[in-house]
């Protein structure tokens, strides 16, 4: 079987697609953990605001969407 200089080319072009699109994946998958983890910091001060000025009730509710929100995640 002789393989053609095209199929080697082919083949070539797929590598580095395949190894770019990889690339890109990454950088978007360690984007939005960074969201992630920047929205649950947010949320875990807004409930220690909620807690020091006695707002108990209101905490409450933001505790089921934030278990919500981490479930959602997983």
């Not at 890109?24 to 605001?49: C, F």
């Amino acid at each position: 079987v002789v393989l053609s200089p095209l199929y080697f080319f082919f083949v070539l072009m797929i590598y580095f697609y395949s190894k770019t699109l990889l690339r890109l994946a990454i950088s978007r998958i360690k984007l939005l953990r960074n969201k992630r983890d920047i929205q649950l910091k947010q949320m875990k001060r807004e409930l220690v605001q909620l807690l020091q000025t006695n707002q108990e009730p209101s905490a409450r509710i933001r505790v089921r969407k934030h278990l919500e929100f981490l479930y959602e995640i997983c």
